[in-house]
């Protein structure tokens, strides 16, 4: 074992696991902002972000434990931003097609949905399958409530399908849906937290933007393609105390009560949103 692992410069295991945590996840939230903010600036950055630095990155790609998983992820999430790309591209050039890019979305969204359902009902995961549900009727919801608003491009750069940003109860929903994917469908890595504080800072870059759900999937899409050319949500990266809650080790123990509270509390959470979307907003 490095001397490095060792002594933790100073600190203890327990404050040098948190400390570590929290400035992986300052770093994570950095990070994500400027690669919104430069997305923001020109189209062409996008193209760069979304669609170069993947093909650059795929010689250096490792296939992980949960690969098919990834490889979905990433196909479709670099759909949706070449989607976005092409928004940006026609605004710039001002060629009406946002009816066209309409439809795009909404058929990204049901492969979207329907790929984590499908995945859930696979790997028995049924604790996560009321949640994306959920994400789905709300979606459609959205769609079928703004079929007639057309996709735009603000001047700032941001990328609004079906004529505006997601309602907020969706992006409520979302923290809801995305806390029982992470914590339960893929809980096989902690109490590693890279990978989970590094996708809290994408959301939470998500939420204040005025693009929830592009600002997400770019984010998110780029930390995936990361996560297969160096495996930070691995226990080892950087060593086996870095980045690590303890506490959270229970939510891989079935015979915990939390295992089962959580994801019921999650389900809850989403569809008590919803059903505030639906009838009282």
């Known amino acids: 074992m ?6 933790f410069y100073g600190l203890s295991k327990y404050t040098y696991a948190h400390f570590t945590t929290f400035l992986f996840f300052l770093a994570s939230l950095a990070y994500c902002y400027f690669i919104l903010k430069v997305s923001q600036l020109h189209y062409i950055f996008e193209i760069l972000i979304a669609i170069v630095f993947p093909l650059i990155g795929y010689s250096f790609f490792k296939k992980a434990d949960n690969w098919i998983d990834l490889k979905r992820l990433i196909l479709l999430e670099t759909g949706f931003n070449i989607i976005c790309i092409i928004a940006k ?6 060629i009406d097609i946002g009816i066209a890019l309409n439809w795009m979305f909404a058929v990204f969204f049901i492969f979207q949905t329907g790929g984590f359902v499908f995945s859930q009902i696979k790997k028995k995961k049924y604790k996560c399958l009321p949640s994306s549900i959920a994400m789905g009727i709300a979606l459609s919801y959205w ?11 603000t001047t700032n750069g941001e990328v609004q399908f079906w004529g505006s ?3 907020q109860y969706l992006q409520i929903m979302y923290v809801f849906w995305v806390s029982n994917v992470f914590l339960v469908e893929f809980r096989q890595y902690l109490p590693k937290a890279t990978m989970y504080v590094a996708h809290a800072a994408t959301v939470i870059i998500a ?6 759900f592009h600002a997400r999937v770019l984010t998110a899409s780029h ?3 990361l996560s297969v050319m160096i495996s930070y949500k691995s226990m080892d990266w950087n060593g086996s105390h870095f980045s690590v809650i303890p506490t959270l080790k229970i939510l891989k123990d079935d015979s915990h009560w939390i295992t089962s509270v959580f994801p019921m509390t999650m389900n809850i959470g989403c569809i008590v949103t919803l059903l505030y979307g639906l009838f009282y907003r």
């Open 207 to 212: 939420l204040m933007s005025n693009e929830f």
């Open 223 to 225: 930390l995936f393609i």
């Open 143 to 153: 769609f079928m409530s703004n079929m007639n608003e057309k996709t735009l491009v």
């Open 2 to 7: 490095s001397t490095k692992e060792n002594n």
């Open 89 to 94: 591209i026609s605004a710039a050039f001002k």
């Open 165 to 167: 940003n997601a309602p």
